[in-house]
């Protein structure tokens, strides 16, 4: 079992930058792919990065490329998301997700049935 607290999230100006912290518990938290997903009102929960359970490969949907950066911090159970030059659009609830396969080989996942456990959310909310 892995326990998701998500923090960091805010008001921000357009252009501006967040960073997302994703903190995890459970023996197993620092064997598996975290991912990132946000959501607003009326739409699904989309994917926005991941990255695999030793770090070495990550991925990013590309709306964000070249804005966001995925990291971790095995020894702390504690996965990161940079944002930086911040849109209106990325107005959304940002959730953390856990891979549900442990020592994944490969690429991280980026579909949501691919992750089992999930925090609760934290809102960004970017002003133009």
């Known amino acids: 079992q892995v326990q998701l607290v998500e923090s960091g999230g805010g008001l921000v100006q357009a252009g501006g930058s967040l960073r997302l912290a994703c903190a995890a518990s459970?023996?197993?938290?620092?064997?598996?792919?975290m991912g990132w997903f946000r959501q607003t009102p009326g739409k699904e929960r989309e994917f926005v990065a991941a990255?695999?359970?030793?770090?070495?490969?990550?991925d990013y949907t590309d709306s964000v490329k070249g804005r966001f950066t995925i990291s971790r911090d095995n020894a702390k159970n504690t996965v990161y998301l940079q944002m930086n030059s911040l849109k209106p659009e990325d107005t959304a609830v940002y959730y953390c997700?856990?891979?549900?396969?442990?020592?994944?080989?490969?690429?991280?996942?980026?579909?949501?049935?691919?992750?089992?456990?999930w925090g609760q959310g934290t809102q960004v909310t970017v002003s133009s």
């Open positions: 990255i695999s359970w030793s770090g070495t490969n990550t």
């Open positions: 459970g023996r197993t938290a620092s064997r598996a792919a």
């Open positions: 997700a856990a891979d549900r396969r442990l020592v994944r080989l490969g690429p991280p996942p980026s579909t949501r049935g691919e992750y089992d456990y």
